[in-house]
């Protein structure tokens, strides 16, 4: 290999697992909350509603598809809800752009830890890595560019799926059941409540996900409800003891359209 091709040494000395610490270490300018920003705020993208719940056989993550900006819609598309590796998902609530950022660091923190260790991390150690990263972007969180994200996965340990979730500091919570995040938090957890059983089944569990969105959409402007015009469905991810996938749009579809000839049967689509 000539010298021009050689790799720096920075690359071959050995050190942490993490692969945050190393672009830490060595190109801090592409770390998620180490810019320095202007003391004014910062008008950006914001994800709102994100729900997470468990199943019989694993845990779902779901999220609705629309970024507002202030009072306008950015965009009716974006995709919140994301695989972080094999047996986990995560998703997105705050300040888009900074939060997708993160996501994609985080997905290569954890694929960097299994190459170098030789073994997959644990869902615990998934979770406070996530929890670094976040505690890392604090100086942004407090100029408004906060990322309050919702990581679930499946515990092969226990094979149960587990819900975590966070605030701005970085603090990390296991929640029981069913947890949600974001601007129609509020209204997709009281749906959850009275929707939510011990045993539920997957397809019963996309339901009641789509139920909780619809009824978050219903009430907060933020979130976006289903969009059948433009066949916008809501991001839904399911991971158990075969991996974490993706519910594909036709069976969302066919789960939407239950859900709103039940509203109608009652007298309207509320």
């Not at 914001?46 to 694993?58: K, M, N, P, W």
């Not at 149960?160 to 919570?173: E, L, M, N, Q």
Request: aromatic share 8%; charged share 20%; proline share 3%.
């Amino acid at each position: 290999m000539s010298s021009s091709n050689k790799l720096p040494d920075s690359y071959l000395q050995t050190g942490s697992s993490s692969f945050t610490e190393f672009l830490a270490g060595h190109a801090p300018d592409l770390v998620p909350g180490s810019r320095t920003l202007p003391v004014a705020s910062v008008e950006a993208p914001h994800g709102t509603t994100i729900i997470a719940l468990a199943y019989a056989d694993g845990v779902l993550l779901a999220g609705d598809r629309r970024a507002t900006m202030g009072s306008l819609i950015a965009n009716n598309e974006m995709l919140k809800v994301f695989a972080a590796d094999d047996y986990s998902a995560v998703g997105i609530a705050g300040t888009a752009g900074t939060a997708i950022e993160m996501v994609r660091l985080f997905q290569v923190e954890l694929e960097h830890y299994e190459k170098i260790e030789g073994t997959r991390l644990s869902l615990v150690g998934k979770a406070n890595r996530l929890a670094t990263m976040i505690r890392g972007n604090l100086g942004m969180a407090m100029q408004g560019l906060s990322v309050v994200p919702l990581f679930a996965g499946y515990d092969l340990g226990r094979a149960a799926g587990r819900i975590f979730s966070y605030d701005v500091t970085g603090g990390c919570y296991e929640e029981h059941d069913f947890h949600s995040v974001g601007s129609g938090s509020l209204f997709a957890r009281g749906a959850l409540k009275k929707l939510w059983r011990r045993g539920l089944t997957r397809d019963e569990a996309v339901h009641v996900a789509i139920e909780a969105l619809y009824d978050a959409a219903d009430d907060d402007s933020a979130t976006g409800g289903p969009d059948f015009g433009r066949r916008i469905w809501p991001t839904v991810a399911v991971v158990d003891a075969e991996g974490t996938r993706f519910v594909n749009d036709d069976t969302l579809a066919a789960v939407v359209e239950q859900v709103l000839d039940a509203r109608r049967e009652i007298g309207g689509t509320r």
